[in-house]
């Protein structure tokens, strides 16, 4: 019955259970399906990276304040750990590793956010700012964690031809992408454990709303939307 307890005053499970269905839609996008078959086309993949290159240097940012604003000298060392992750290992192991393949210059880039890159990074940005620890990193684990949930879905099939995206698909799959799922959540756990029942339903909505723009990164990308006017 204590182990039974414990479980059930895990938040990030209720912030699990309440996105999954999110999750699903992204894992059924086209996008991602079309991806795993090798048939997307390659300049819908470049489009797709050229974004997610603006999206990381906004992300390498929000980290940062996160961790600066942090309280607790511990969990704020954890934070600059995962920070130095998110600015090193996932830009050079696949983005750069492929940009001259694509046609890319990510030391020059010509090119601006999308209107759903735009509102993913902004919510993002309002959640590390005006709340605390566990809101902001409520609004920022969606990205690792959905990010590995399709790699290692996309994982169970055989790897496309496409180098490209094997290495993609294999990348985060495989979890070098970031920190593992159990360390990001557990430490989000540790962060909102003292938490009240209105800090927890900010929380909430700042996970399902950054699961939701997951999709809409997406669904921009597949469709190498910009702006609507």
């Not at 996309?154 to 993609?168: G, K, V």
């Not at 756990?189 to 997951?214: G, K, M, P, Q």
């Amino acid at each position: 019955m204590v182990v039974g307890a414990q479980l059930a005053e895990k938040h990030s499970e209720v912030l699990l259970q309440r996105a999954r269905p999110v999750w699903d839609a992204i894992l059924r996008h086209p996008f991602l399906r079309e991806l795993r078959l090798g048939t997307l086309p390659m300049d819908t993949f470049r489009f797709y990276l050229a974004q997610d290159w603006l999206y990381i240097q906004e992300r390498i940012g929000e980290w940062a304040i996160l961790a600066g604003r942090c309280p607790d000298p511990a969990v704020r060392r954890s934070l600059v750990e995962i920070l130095d992750q998110v600015a090193r290992l996932e830009p050079a192991a696949f983005h750069l590793k492929h940009a001259a393949a694509l046609g890319l210059n990510f030391e020059r880039v010509t090119w601006e956010m999308n209107s759903a890159n735009w509102a993913y990074t902004t919510h993002e940005l309002a959640a590390v700012y005006g709340g605390g620890t566990a809101e902001g990193l409520a609004a920022l684990l969606p990205c690792p964690l959905v990010y590995q949930f399709v790699g290692e879905q996309l994982m169970q099939s055989a790897l496309p031809e496409n180098p490209i995206y094997a290495d993609w698909i294999a990348f985060y799959g495989s979890g070098l992408g970031d920190a593992r799922r159990e360390i990001l959540l557990g430490l989000y756990d540790r962060v909102c454990a003292d938490a009240d029942a209105a800090t927890l339903r900010r929380c909430e909505r700042n996970f399902l709303i950054s699961s939701r723009y997951e999709w809409e990164f997406w669904d921009a990308a597949y469709r190498q939307a910009t702006w609507p006017v």
